[in-house]
């Protein structure tokens, strides 16, 4: 779709044609007077430079532009608008007609301004994706540099294998993180939809984020008193969100530190709530601590872990599903709690 106000005008002033983003800005329609019609939208200081450019584009055939002052009524104020105004030749090159080409300044500026914050962006995410990668393969690397002079050591071996399955392991988690944010922005993911009960997801859940809960040397207490708490979701991506703000709070509690996973209902809501008493989130921090690649590293316990990717995505699994995620802490050093709530299956 053009944005831009377009139209055709011959060198006797014969305006030709008008496209509707044109008409929409101006009363001159086809046929009508130029340059006068235009030269009333101009502001006073401007409209002896504009002329001059155009009696010049006129006497020498050239191409040209200009940044006048325009108004498109008399109510309204300046903005600073852009023309650039190119002839179209015969064969013969003599010149025919005028095309001129009409952006608003203003809104240029803000979409290359936003463009630009964009670019810093995903060059901050990419950073941020090289430097998490880089641990992981570093340890492969070197993992697989020595495996050949310890080959006929077993116990060696098998450390070996161990880690190389972890830390390949994580490389995929980022992967799938990157994929799953890229289709969220694309808007192609999709949830399949069917009754679930949730105490099974959190089962799973639970036991998919023990080891990393118990190498953190923390303790998970998972308290679901309802006989049943069913929604209409999606198995997979409920089971996703709970994994990840379960291995959320073991990244950021200290070791010996507890953390609570917990079912209730409130209303016509079911709540999964996940506390613990790590490092809390600072008050400041609360507005952006579902954004993407937004990380918590000053007294981590496991600085700097992750894409920052996990809890964005778990809010965006959430609406998906017609819920919503929060979180919540009292500040820096005092816990924090995030609650998960969706609509329950039978709201009764």
């Not at 450019?53 to 009524?73: C, D, Q, S």
């Not at 999606?234 to 509690?253: C, H, P, S, W, Y």
């Not at 819920?323 to 609650?339: I, K, P, Q």
Request: glycine share 8%; aromatic share 4%; proline share 5%.
């Amino acid at each position: 779709m053009v944005e831009e106000a377009v139209f055709v005008v011959r060198s006797d002033g014969k305006l030709l044609y008008a496209n509707r983003r044109w008409r929409s800005l101006a009363a001159l329609a086809p046929g009508g007077d130029f340059p006068g019609g235009v030269l009333a939208m101009i502001h006073p200081d401007d409209r002896q430079p504009w002329m001059i450019a155009w009696e010049n584009a006129l006497r020498t055939g050239g191409a040209y532009a200009i940044k006048p002052r325009v108004r498109l009524a008399a109510d309204q104020e300046y903005v600073s608008q852009i023309e650039h105004v190119q002839p179209v030749r015969t064969a013969e090159g003599d010149v025919l007609e005028w095309v001129l080409v009409a952006t608003m300044h203003e809104s240029r500026d803000t979409h290359i301004e936003g463009l630009g914050r964009a670019l810093v962006r995903k060059n901050e995410q990419l950073m941020a994706v090289a430097h998490e990668m880089r641990g992981p393969l570093a340890a492969i690397v070197g993992a697989v540099e020595v495996l050949e002079d310890r080959r006929n050591d077993p116990a060696y071996i098998a450390r070996v294998r161990a880690l190389l399955a972890r830390q390949a392991g994580q490389l995929v988690r980022f992967v799938e993180d990157l994929i799953d944010v890229a289709q969220m922005e694309h808007g192609v993911v999709r949830v399949r939809k069917e009754r679930v009960e949730l105490r099974r997801v959190l089962e799973v859940a639970a036991e998919t984020a023990q080891p990393v809960i118990s190498a953190c040397g923390q303790q998970l207490t998972t308290t679901t008193p309802m006989a049943s708490a069913q929604v209409y979701g999606d198995e997979g991506r409920l089971q996703q969100i709970v994994v990840n703000l379960l291995i959320n709070a073991a990244k950021f509690t200290e070791r010996g530190g507890h953390i609570w996973l917990s079912l209730d209902r409130q209303g016509p809501s079911i709540q999964v709530r996940v506390r613990d008493t790590g490092i809390g989130i600072a008050r400041e921090m609360l507005p952006r601590i579902f954004d993407p690649h937004v990380r918590i590293e000053a007294g981590a316990p496991i600085a700097g872990s992750g894409l920052g990717l996990g809890l964005a995505l778990a809010q965006q699994l959430a609406r998906l599903h017609d819920g919503d995620l929060t979180a919540h802490s009292e500040g820096v050093g005092r816990g924090s709690e995030f609650v998960l709530r969706l609509p329950a299956a039978d709201p009764s």
